[in-house]
């Protein structure tokens, strides 16, 4: 097994950690770091922000080890905190690309100084058949290179499958599925790779690449494995490939850059930075940056910010020259962070006294009722979002817009393509929804098309009550939805996501025959069963199994605790609803697949008793527990 792998961090150094101990943390930190930046690199595929990513990363585990309840599970929770990175990184890049597509060259281009295939064939000294695995990986899928990265340090030993399984939010049983396909896909391309270098090689083939452009992607590799499969001389240069676990078995992984290992286990800060850095840590009470007054030790600029740790956080992009700086720089600011940790863990911060009311302030686009009286005070800043991929479905009531913003979601909706009356908050994105048939008209249409790149349809067609849409209506009415050039998500069905022969199963299957576009599969969940334990294993459950049919990316845009019994609806007490938000919102965070989700919903009532505010400023425990959520 390899030595860079399982040995460290052991668990009495993640338990001294947890509890202050500074050695410890720089410890820990130091001996997650190998592992973090395997991973990262091979997923990024040696892109340009494999730095910035890998330092994210970090920055996360110093931030959270203190909330880790099994310090025995470090490493499958360090993985789990890594993957979720990369898929963060992954949407914002989407994002950026959707918004200029010309920007395409320099989002989709590896650093060529970092490209991790070419890296592990330089520096681990490949040769041959483990050479042409190496750079057979280039062209994978993007979804199997966030696999290809767990199984490659699962083959070297650095990792076992139940974490790779626990990282992905699968059971090992579909991990094996997934390898397997993915391992069919680097077969592949290996024969691609060895007819491409082959010398004299196939006329045919230079035929075929004459206009390939160089670069691997999926494309070019169907095109050119359709030549190698049927042509009689690149065929046979296949014959002669061994087992990709053969070759893999004892490979160690890729070594640090020698410019970040001479960085490790010390604390000692690089000659590259330097106190006029003004780098400073995260506040670990407030999950955000710390504010102007430094942590003991920590020393200040002229200014009386904090030096040494405030780029790594916050800085802007490329002021760091390289990850052996910015990472050296948070090991350093680590031992100034521990003083201001609990002893152990402490209690969720939703079950805190709620602290002192701000003044309440109108929103500007909602009308004042009769008794709220504007006030000439400026709104005090917008708190920071704990996620983007948070969100809550929104309705209006009186001080929605500041409670949208206490809320720390990352996102909302409000079952239209407007929201009139609500204001949104600074880094909060508004996701319009097309609710039914009716909705379908060239107005409403243009209104969502212009609202961003994402666009929710149909709201529960499977109910009477709601959309009331039969499967051929939705069908044929999806074509002026994929017009807009939104990325869609499926009809948001209340119920039976999994079930082939349920509304949503036929939708999906009408939409393949029709050749229908679908981007990801938008869903409703609500638990009858109030045992929280009970009710995120079946909420884990149902997503795994809608997953596992459709195989796209998920939005759950309504969930909560509330039993539908007769028409009335049952919830239960403020504690369970708040114990339940916490404990299912962790499980989502570590279910890769699940792309975003938003909490039913913000306001609450006498009738809608899972919300998050009764007004302005006055926050349910529900609430609390939501704004602490990631």
Partial sequence: MSSAGRGLPDVGSVVAARRGDRRALNDVVAASLPLV????GRALRGHADVDDVVQETLVRVIRHLPGLNDPAAFRSWLVAITIRQVRDWEQRRRVALSRDAGLDAIHNVPDPASDFAGMTILRLGLTDQRREVAEATRWL??????????????????LDRTEVADALGLSPGHVAVRVHRMKDQIQTAR???????????CPELRTVTAEWDGAANPLWRKRLARHVRDCALCGRLGASLLPIDRLLAGLPMLPLPAGLSAH??????????????????PDPASGGTAGTTPPAGVPTDGDGGHTLVNRALNRPRGLLPSLAVGVAAVVLAITTLVVTWPDGPSAPSWAAPPPAAPTAVASPSAAPTPSARPSSRAPAAAPTISSARKGV?????????????????????T??????????????????????????????????RAAGPYLLTFNEPDLREQSNMTVEQALDLWPQLMATGSRLGSPAVASGGADPQSWLGRFMSGAQARGHRVDFITLHWFGADFTTATAVDQLRQYLQDVYERY?????????????FDGGGQQFPGQEQQAAFLTSATSMLSQLPYVQRYAWFGLPATDKDRSGLFRGATDVTLVGRAFQTAR
């Fill in 37 to 40: 930046y395997n991973i990262v």
């Fill in 141 to 158: 899928d993007p979804d199997d290179q966030e696999l290809l990265s767990l199984w490659w340090l699962e083959e070297t030993g650095a």
């Fill in 191 to 201: 024969a691609v790779v060895r007819a491409l270098r082959a010398r004299p090689g």
């Fill in 264 to 281: 490790l286990p010390g604390v000692a800060l690089p000659p590259a930075a330097s106190p006029a850095d003004g780098l400073h840590l």
């Fill in 393 to 413: 479905g929104v309705w209006n009531f009186a001080g929605v817009s500041q409670a949208l913003a206490s809320s720390k979601a990352g996102w909302y909706y």
């Fill in 415 to 448: 079952w239209g393509t407007q929201h009139p009356g609500i204001t949104t908050p600074p880094g909060v994105t508004f996701v319009p929804m097309i609710r039914g048939a009716e909705n379908v008209t060239a107005p409403e249409l243009a209104r969502a």
């Fill in 551 to 563: 195989r796209k990316p998920i939005w759950l845009t309504e969930f909560a605790l509330i039993r």
